[in-house]
């Protein structure tokens, strides 16, 4: 130990200079090497894709010719999430092999929106959009026609292929 | 007795804390300092409440989309105490909102955010955010219908923003759509993220308070707040007329933050915790999501909007209002603190908590939303008429979606005009064009109605000519 009066090579100002950088620099890395995983690991799921997946809605003969009626998309991909990840789709028989299929999220906020059979009208209960049977806007605030999901035919069953929430 | 003093002035010497406290407690406030000054503490106050009962309810809320609710319903209905728990937190969450906003109003009124505070009115906004933030994400935990929903809803409004949007969106949810990690997200937000950050923003806006001192109230405020002179200033006017913050301030925060104790576990008492919706099954098209209270006027704001309008509204109005909030200090950092030469002030709160007053008001009357659950005309006395036409009207008045917006006899929705009295504005022709054609916000029907369909539902309009 030399007195603080002497000064030494050891406390001369680059010195100090030089570790006081040495230390901020490797205290920024250490958190880098904390955060970075931390961070990316947090944000990868907005990343994601929908995967590809056509869910088994049930036979076809359960459906009518040019009923509109509510199905139930389960997710067994994801067993942990209880309801949570289903989805509900309006769907219509057209014809003998032939349907279309209906995101049930309103396109203005994503509210599910209900079938009115006898005015042949799609009603959203948040803010009153109304679609018609096509999915066209009649009234109200949605900005685009509603969502369609692809359809097809496997077996005697309809599935629907789930799609990512419809978003702006 | 003499045994607690000497551990007393044990760990005095070894930590030092009797001086910070001291130093906190007394530090000296100006003369003046009254009823306006208990907002931030009782804010803080109600905040520590949350605190204390959210650390009691995450012991038995199971923050997984499979229990969550199960675990509620537990909470709620079986869970000893449960009840005014969950209460207390609920009504918790309303009186964070209320007090945060009061206080940022008084803060605004009195300029107390001018030099040298700038900074205790950023930590604050901060800390307005974190608390906005924290109500949205403890209404998503309420994970039942409106829960899920909110989810939904919030991802959507993110989507609108340019560019970042979907990102926004799928971050929210935890992927593309509603799963088990959009309510594990939002448990992580809540509970650990925020309360931390607002831990460090209260810590920050406290430390500010000590380092620049309470802001005197405007009646004892130099004319202009002069950067140059006002430290000196207000040195002066502490040495001058300055009391010590406890007890001589502090017995008011004390008395208005135990009212507001009190009125949190009165109500708990009374009131309840907000009764939970159905299940959250967002397969379950048979919803009408709403958010709660605080939340309910931009719920109204985005129904009542002009088409036009809405895009800007839902991507700039969040941002200016921020951007607004963060440059205020700055722009208007100096200056008069009075009142009456700051009238726009008094304006500017008027027309906000009036604004959100009347929207929340229409939020909770929604004359937007259809009314799905409208009793048929069919049965009651307002279709009791000769004509077999009309009884035939009344039904399909019902059915064919009328009255979810149009009210008949008081019966039915308020999103289009009553039609009990239609004959005074429309003569027949002018009735039948209007239901085929549509107009307005209707949609035509004329694809919807039969001939006969049309007669009836025409008949029983017709019928109190």
Redesign the interface.
Known sequence: MHSPDTPSATDSPSRRRFLARVSATLGALAAALVAVPAIEF??A??????PNEWRRVGPVSRFRLGETV?V??D?AT?P?????????A?VRRTGPESFVAFS??CT???????W?A????F??????G?Y?ASGLV????P?RPLARYDVTTEGGDLLIR?A??P?? | MRVLSRIGRWLDDRSGWGDALRRFARHPVPEGTDWRYVLGSATLVAFLAQVVTGIALSTVYVP????AYESLQTITHHASWGRLVRGMHDVGASAMMILIGAHLARTYLTASYKYPRELSWLSGVMLLLCVVLMAFSGQLLRWDQDG??SA??A???L??MPVV???????L???????????S?SFAVHVFLIPGLIFIGVALHIALVIRNGISEPPEHSPPRVDPRTYRAWYRDLLARAGHPFWPDAAWRDAVFAFLVVVAIVGLALTLGPHALGK???????????RPDWYFLWY?AL??M?P?SL??PVIVLAPLIGAIALVLLPFVGGTGSRHLRQRPWALAIVALAVGTIGWFTYEGYRAP???R?AAEPLAGTSLASTTSSAARVGAA?FH???CE??HSYGGIGGI?GPDLTHVTQRLNHPQLISRILG?GG?????A??LSDDELRAIVAFLEMKR
């Not at chain 1, 009649?138 to 605030?141: L, N």
């Not at chain 2, 997984?64 to 229990?67: D, F, K, V």
């Open positions: 947090v944000i799921p907005a990343r994601r894709r929908m509510a139930r998309l997710d994801r942990w999430s209880g309801d949570a990840s289903r989805v509900a309006w049930a999220n203005h906020l994503g509210c599910p929106v209900r009115v006898d005015a042949k009208l009603l959203c209960p948040c803010h009153g109304v018609d009649q009234a109200g605030p900005p789930v990512s929430l978003l702006a | 997984s989309t499979a229990s899920v929903w939904v809803v991802a959507e409004q989507s609108r949007g979907r990102s926004l969106a799928h971050l949810l935890g992927g593309p759509s509603v799963g088990a990690s959009t309510l997200r299940p959250p099954d967002p397969s379950n098209v048979d919803a009408s999501p719920f985005l129904a909007l088409k809405e895009q937007w939303s259809p799905f399909l059915d064919k979606g979810f917006c999103r549509g916000n209707m949609p035509p029907f694809t919807r």
